[in-house]
């Protein structure tokens, strides 16, 4: 059986009051949840929320929260989230509000980390602020943090979810402190981070702690403290506080970097506005916003791309869609309010696979239960609900057939028995006697018309008087005795009846057809297609490979058709007919399993979990169809492996690097351990792509311009860390995704590719004559790369061991350096960072 999964929110697609069209479920929570909806009157984008009531107290709270938002509605301030509407209906209570699409302070807290003084001082002044002007209208908030203040697209904070309202004057000055204490603990979550639990008074800068701990005094007798009150202080401790350091163009261009890689391109902009202020003329600042604006417009593009997808119930596209935006913009606000429906979404690909799977086989009776919960999870589905329509007539129609050879046997049983009792409980018609006419002569009746199409016969099941006589004088053999009729024993209406004729073919009953039952013919004809579409069900699980991806479900197929042929050869034809149907059904669900087992390695491909998927690979060796297995390794290799054309002729080729935890460093029995190579735990969060092999000398012209040099597939060397950084700008402007320096983590864990050592060999000081070869040639690692150890040294994003100014690191070795330098681990060839090495080059990393 398919085990049910949670489904898209039924709410979902309903009008609320003929005037509210829900599109989405934005969030939900223990009160209730937030939908985004369209308001068909304005033809705008609004937020709606459902509150849970339940309960006793969640009715109460539901009731708090619509009698503020009758007030909010009432009142206009530009960091307050407006209410437009408030009612309720046959699903309960509901408010309507204007629609924020942005984060919340929470979340951005969470993905940014903490806030400086002056940007956490300006959220919380806007906010209180806000707060104030509704106390003054004695209006309450009751539950201010971070989770309740969103920020809009330009940053903005607005104060949402009011849940405080029809308070009695004596409630006043308790819901006031409650407010000024929720803004002071909002303040502290964004000044350190930390969203729940309590904070730690002397984890805040020194300059606001003093107006902090009066906010959150416990007294509440003597005076009652203002949200005007705590914002002089917050504002007077800001003056007081000392300036931040400086902070330099590359620091902000770096922070903006790690951004990237997160994501949040938010934060990309903001690093890169930063880096402008403090050198307004930086090109990689420029990149940098031009990258944020890129990938604004690839996550919008990616969304809609969803929710075509999603309102077409294509959930194949929906969900690759949904998985390309978790990978890219996991960060992303907007990402993050659409992950819920992933799972929904996995699941409505697997089942719509099988259900596809078995109609385009013919078996549509089987298929009832994949597309029965297809409709369950999409109800709006169109051809999900019709097939559910074909696969139960198709089920109906199955059942039938398989029982009409019973039903044939039990009404020829019920026909034959009503003959024998009519047979025994009709009288014969009384002898006619002839009358005496005046001359004495006898005078028989007139004998009624006789139909000449059916020439009446004798019932031989029916005994004449005479031969009821003669049964009763006869001897023990109870034959009667053999005597010519005479008119005396003969009754009058034999005398009269025409001689018997040969009855035709056409006269015999349609029941009877050369003296067998139509009925019976009907069964076998039934057992004979079902013994067929077993035979052919067990040869489609065998090509799916089922006897080793779903040995059980096979192996209890295999029975009820061994039980099958026994039954046939028994002369049980309605049993063997059942079992027949009951083997197909179970061969299909056999080969929609073992589909089913292959398609779960099809998704580890599609979503490059390569190690899962290459594991998976190993285990179904010898188990799945080898054709299958094939194709999917090729897949794999075909999806890890991607090429750029920089220029006519000219491609570099990328293969993906899965993230993972590695130990980076030398062992410490390794002999050739050297400074700076101690050992400790790394985890990469983000996959990332590597150059196959290391830049080459036509590959750099054609990123120039130039024209292609001699011996162009020598690695280029004498690059600089400039120059490399360069290289993967100018790449970044002409191409999609961000191409960079590799970091030291990033290339050492390549080059191990999951070993405790890289053992390939590479060109060196011992085989390389002293010279640079064609890369590609020598030394190829479990992850496709080329010469990650030898050759060319490679450049790499790294703080140098002896923190020396301008020297850059590089990794791998060269063709000139000793053995010990061919090591994943080592990190001992420094080269100056403005001057031009002969043992240096490059290979790119990117990310899409």
């Given at each position: 059986?398919?085990?049910?999964?949670?489904?898209?929110?039924?709410?979902?697609?309903?009008?609320?009051?003929?005037?509210?069209?829900?599109?989405?479920?934005?969030?939900?929570?223990?009160?209730?949840?937030?939908?985004?909806?369209?308001?068909?009157?304005?033809?705008?984008?609004?937020?709606?929320?459902?509150?849970?009531?339940?309960?006793?107290?969640?009715?109460?709270?539901?009731?708090?929260?619509?009698?503020?938002?009758?007030?909010?509605?009432?009142?206009?301030?530009?960091?307050?989230?407006?209410?437009?509407?408030?009612?309720?209906?046959?699903?309960?209570?509901?408010?309507?509000?204007?629609?924020?699409?942005?984060?919340?302070?929470?979340?951005?807290?969470?993905?940014?980390?903490?806030?400086?003084?002056?940007?956490?001082?300006?959220?919380?002044?806007?906010?209180?602020?806000?707060?104030?002007?509704?106390?003054?209208?004695?209006?309450f908030h009751g539950s201010v943090r971070g989770s309740n203040i969103l920020f809009q697209?330009?940053?903005?904070?607005?104060?949402?979810?009011?849940?405080?309202?029809?308070?009695?004057?004596?409630?006043?000055?308790?819901?006031?402190?409650?407010?000024?204490?929720?803004?002071?603990?909002?303040?502290?979550?964004?000044?350190?981070?930390?969203?729940?639990?309590?904070?730690?008074?002397?984890?805040?800068?020194?300059?606001?702690?003093?107006?902090?701990?009066?906010?959150?005094?416990?007294?509440?007798?003597?005076?009652?403290?203002?949200?005007?009150?705590?914002?002089?202080?917050?504002?007077?401790?800001?003056?007081?506080?000392?300036?931040?350091?400086?902070?330099?163009?590359?620091?902000?261009?770096?922070?903006?970097?790690?951004?990237?890689?997160?994501?949040?391109?938010?934060?990309?902009?903001?690093?890169?506005?930063?880096?402008?202020?403090?050198?307004?003329?930086?090109?990689?600042?420029?990149?940098?916003?031009?990258?944020?604006?890129?990938?604004?417009?690839?996550?919008?593009?990616?969304?809609?791309?969803?929710?075509?997808?999603?309102?077409?119930?294509?959930?194949?596209?929906?969900?690759?869609?949904?998985?390309?935006?978790?990978?890219?913009?996991?960060?992303?606000?907007?990402?993050?309010?659409?992950?819920?429906?992933?799972?929904?979404l996995a699941e409505l690909t697997r089942l719509s696979g099988i259900a596809e799977q078995?109609?385009?086989?013919?078996?549509?009776?089987?298929?009832?239960?994949?597309?029965?919960?297809?409709?369950?999870?999409?109800?709006?589905?169109?051809?999900?609900?019709?097939?559910?329509?074909?696969?139960?007539?198709?089920?109906?129609?199955?059942?039938?057939?398989?029982?009409?050879?019973?039903?044939?046997?039990?009404?020829?049983?019920?026909?034959?028995?009503?003959?024998?009792?009519?047979?025994?409980?009709?009288?014969?018609?009384?002898?006619?006697?002839?009358?005496?006419?005046?001359?004495?002569?006898?005078?028989?009746?007139?004998?009624?018309?006789?139909?000449?199409?059916?020439?009446?016969?004798?019932?031989?099941?029916?005994?004449?008087?005479?031969?009821?006589?003669?049964?009763?004088?006869?001897?023990?053999?109870?034959?009667?005795?053999?005597?010519?009729?005479?008119?005396?024993?003969?009754?009058?209406?034999?005398?009269?009846?025409?001689?018997?004729?040969?009855?035709?073919?056409?006269?015999?009953?349609?029941?009877?057809?050369?003296?067998?039952?139509?009925?019976?013919?009907?069964?076998?004809?039934?057992?004979?297609?079902?013994?067929?579409?077993?035979?052919?069900?067990?040869?489609?699980?065998?090509?799916?490979?089922?006897?080793?991806?779903?040995?059980?479900?096979?192996?209890?197929?295999?029975?009820?058709?061994?039980?099958?042929?026994?039954?046939?050869?028994?002369?049980?034809?309605?049993?063997?007919?059942?079992?027949?149907?009951?083997?197909?059904?179970?061969?299909?669900?056999?080969?929609?399993?073992?589909?089913?087992?292959?398609?779960?390695?099809?998704e580890q491909i599609d979503s490059l979990h390569v190690r899962q998927a290459l594991a998976?690979?190993?285990?179904?060796?010898?188990?799945?169809?080898?054709?299958?297995?094939?194709?999917?390794?090729?897949?794999?290799?075909?999806?890890?492996?991607?090429?750029?054309?920089?220029?006519?002729?000219?491609?570099?080729?990328?293969?993906?690097?899965?993230?993972?935890?590695?130990?980076?460093?030398?062992?410490?029995?390794?002999?050739?351990?050297?400074?700076?190579?101690?050992?400790?735990?790394?985890?990469?969060?983000?996959?990332?792509?590597?150059?196959?092999?290391?830049?080459?000398?036509?590959?750099?012209?054609?990123?120039?311009?130039?024209?292609?040099?001699?011996?162009?597939?020598?690695?280029?060397?004498?690059?600089?860390?400039?120059?490399?950084?360069?290289?993967?700008?100018?790449?970044?402007?002409?191409?999609?995704?961000?191409?960079?320096?590799?970091?030291?983590?990033?290339?050492?864990?390549?080059?191990?590719?999951?070993?405790?050592?890289?053992?390939?060999?590479?060109?060196?000081?011992?085989?390389?004559?002293?010279?640079?070869?064609?890369?590609?040639?020598?030394?190829?690692?479990?992850?496709?790369?080329?010469?990650?150890?030898?050759?060319?040294?490679?450049?790499?994003?790294?703080?140098?061991?002896?923190?020396?100014?301008?020297?850059?690191?590089?990794?791998?070795?060269?063709?000139?350096?000793?053995?010990?330098?061919?090591?994943?681990?080592?990190?001992?060839?420094?080269?100056?960072?403005?001057?031009?090495?002969?043992?240096?080059?490059?290979?790119?990393?990117?990310?899409?």
């Amino acid at each position: 059986m398919i085990e049910p999964k949670p489904g898209v929110d039924s709410a979902v697609g309903t009008v609320v009051s003929r005037r509210y069209e829900i599109l989405d479920l934005l969030g939900a929570g223990r009160r209730g949840r937030v939908y985004i909806a369209r308001d068909r009157l304005t033809e705008t984008t609004v937020a709606l929320k459902r509150f849970r009531v339940d309960e006793p107290k969640m009715r109460q709270a539901a009731e708090l929260a619509m009698a503020a938002a009758e007030r909010v509605a009432t009142i206009r301030h530009e960091s307050i989230v407006r209410v437009f509407d408030v009612g309720e209906d046959a699903a309960g209570p509901y408010i309507v509000s204007e629609f924020i699409d942005g984060t919340d302070a929470a979340r951005r807290v969470a993905a940014e980390g903490a806030m400086g003084l002056r940007q956490a001082a300006r959220v919380i002044e806007a906010v209180g602020e806000a707060l104030s002007y509704a106390h003054e209208r004695e209006l309450f908030h009751g539950s201010v943090r971070g989770s309740n203040i969103l920020f809009q697209p330009e940053g903005r904070p607005k104060l949402a979810d009011f849940a405080l309202g029809g308070l009695e004057a004596s409630d006043f000055p308790r819901a006031r402190r409650q407010d000024v204490k929720g803004l002071v603990r909002t303040l502290c979550q964004l000044l350190t981070g930390i969203s729940v639990g309590s904070v730690d008074l002397r984890e805040l800068p020194e300059a606001i702690q003093p107006a902090v701990r009066a906010a959150l005094g416990p007294s509440v007798a003597s005076q009652q403290p203002s949200v005007e009150a705590f914002l002089r202080e917050l504002r007077a401790s800001e003056l007081e506080a000392p300036e931040p350091p400086e902070i330099g163009e590359m620091d902000a261009v770096e922070r903006g970097r790690r951004a990237e890689l997160s994501g949040s391109f938010a934060a990309m902009r903001e690093a890169g506005e930063e880096a402008l202020e403090r050198n307004s003329e930086s090109a990689e600042a420029m990149v940098l916003l031009r990258r944020a604006d890129r990938f604004k417009a690839q996550r919008d593009e990616l969304i809609e791309h969803f929710k075509q997808a999603e309102q077409a119930f294509d959930y194949t596209a929906a969900l690759e869609a949904l998985s390309k935006l978790q990978r890219r913009f996991g960060a992303d606000h907007q990402t993050k309010r659409l992950i819920h429906r992933r799972e929904a979404l996995a699941e409505l690909t697997r089942l719509s696979g099988i259900a596809e799977q078995l109609t385009a086989s013919g078996h549509l009776a089987a298929s009832l239960e994949p597309w029965r919960k297809i409709v369950e999870l999409s109800p709006e589905d169109p051809r999900a609900r019709a097939m559910l329509d074909i696969a139960r007539r198709a089920r109906f129609k199955r059942r039938v057939l398989a029982a009409t050879g019973t039903s044939a046997v039990l009404v020829a049983l019920a026909a034959g028995g009503a003959l024998w009792w009519l047979n025994q409980n009709t009288p014969m018609a009384p002898a006619r006697e002839p009358k005496i006419n005046s001359a004495g002569a006898a005078i028989l009746p007139a004998e009624p018309p006789v139909a000449e199409s059916r020439p009446t016969t004798r019932n031989p099941l029916v005994r004449t008087p005479a031969e009821r006589e003669a049964a009763v004088e006869s001897d023990d053999s109870g034959l009667p005795e053999q005597q010519p009729p005479t008119a005396e024993s003969t009754p009058v209406e034999e005398i009269a009846a025409p001689a018997a004729t040969p009855v035709k073919s056409d006269d015999v009953p349609a029941e009877f057809v050369d003296g067998v039952p139509d009925e019976v013919v009907l069964a076998k004809e039934a057992l004979e297609r079902a013994e067929r579409d077993a035979v052919s069900a067990r040869a489609m699980a065998s090509k799916a490979g089922a006897e080793g991806l779903a040995p059980n479900s096979f192996a209890a197929a295999q029975q009820l058709m061994d039980l099958a042929v026994a039954a046939q050869a028994a002369g049980e034809v309605d049993r063997a007919s059942s079992l027949y149907a009951s083997a197909r059904g179970q061969f299909v669900t056999s080969a929609a399993r073992a589909g089913e087992v292959l398609s779960r390695v099809q998704e580890q491909i599609d979503s490059l979990h390569v190690r899962q998927a290459l594991a998976s690979l190993d285990r179904l060796e010898g188990l799945a169809p080898a054709g299958a297995l094939e194709k999917l390794r090729e897949d794999l290799e075909r999806r890890r492996s991607r090429s750029l054309a920089i220029a006519p002729g000219v491609a570099i080729d990328f293969r993906y690097i899965e993230p993972g935890v590695f130990v980076m460093g030398a062992d410490p029995n390794d002999s050739d351990r050297r400074f700076g190579e101690d050992q400790r735990q790394v985890r990469l969060e983000h996959g990332a792509w590597l150059a196959r092999t290391e830049l080459t000398r036509g590959q750099l012209a054609a990123i120039r311009g130039l024209p292609e040099p001699e011996q162009s597939d020598l690695p280029a060397v004498g690059l600089t860390l400039d120059e490399a950084r360069s290289i993967a700008a100018e790449l970044t402007e002409r191409f999609d995704g961000t191409f960079f320096v590799p970091t030291e983590e990033l290339w050492e864990y390549a080059c191990r590719a999951d070993r405790s050592h890289a053992d390939e060999a590479g060109w060196s000081i011992l085989n390389s004559d002293g010279k640079p070869h064609v890369a590609g040639e020598f030394g190829t690692n479990p992850w496709g790369l080329v010469d990650m150890i030898g050759n060319a040294a490679e450049l790499v994003e790294s703080e140098p061991i002896d923190r020396e100014e301008g020297v850059s690191m590089t990794r791998g070795g060269s063709y000139l350096s000793p053995m010990s330098a061919l090591r994943a681990s080592a990190r001992h060839e420094l080269v100056r960072r403005d001057r031009p090495d002969p043992r240096v080059g490059l290979r790119l990393a990117w990310t899409p």
